[in-house]
């Protein structure tokens, strides 16, 4: 069966949306999907699964949640190999500052003219590239303190997105290699 992670965006932020990931494992469990292990607090859960169509797999989890929590949340899914293409794909200049990159994972391409208008800005020291569904950002001054948040890509790409940080993604393949 295929190897997935579902990035779930936006809980166990500031109290908000809050799922224990005790709670989260048996609720994918109920879907049903199999092997499913969370990585730490953010909503990465990786899973097998027959499913191959993923919108009526981000239908199914998002659904699942609502109605056993209340409240929407997005979902966006990878599989192992396309995970491992966006650690291959690495644009970042310096190994060494590894420790500021973030990848913004989008919920779909977007539109060409939404990129270019987004590469014109200029938000030195920060910076960032749009590879297909992925944004690989440089956060000198940490992720909290930066304007290239989730909020501000899906305003200007006018698509879903989610954030990891570096070390996270690398620690997600490596699971899901075991």
């Known amino acids: 069966m295929p190897l997935f992670v579902s990035l779930l965006r936006g809980i166990n932020v500031s109290g908000q949306k809050k799922i224990s990931m005790k709670e989260l494992k ?9 092997r499913v292990q969370t990585y ?13 169509n993923r919108e009526i797999l981000v239908e199914q989890i998002q659904q699942k ?8 949340v997005s979902v966006l899914v990878r599989t192992l190999e396309e ?18 990159w973030y990848v913004t994972f ?8 939404r990129i270019e208008a987004l590469q014109k ?25 930066t304007k290239l948040s989730n909020t501000f890509f899906e305003t200007k790409l006018k698509v879903t997105a989610t954030t990891r940080n ?7 393949v490596r699971l899901m290699q075991e």
Not at 26 to 34: C, D, K, M, R, T
Not at 41 to 50: A, K, L, R, Y
Not at 106 to 113: I, M, W
Not at 123 to 138: A, D, G, R
């Open 65 to 72: 949640i609502l109605e056993k929590y209340g409240f929407q």
């Open 83 to 100: 995970l491992q293409d966006v650690l291959t794909k690495n644009p970042f200049p310096n190994p060494e500052d590894s420790q500021s």
């Open 26 to 34: 048996a609720l994918y469990e109920e879907l049903p999907l199999s």
């Open 121 to 145: 800005l200029d938000l030195q020291p920060e910076w960032f590239q749009i590879l297909e569904q992925e944004v690989y950002l440089s956060c000198p001054k940490g992720y909290g303190n």
């Open 40 to 52: 730490i607090q953010s909503g990465n859960v990786i899973f097998e699964t027959d499913q191959t």
């Open 106 to 113: 989008l919920a779909e391409q977007p539109d060409p003219a």
């Open 166 to 172: 570096w070390r996270t993604i690398n620690e997600l």
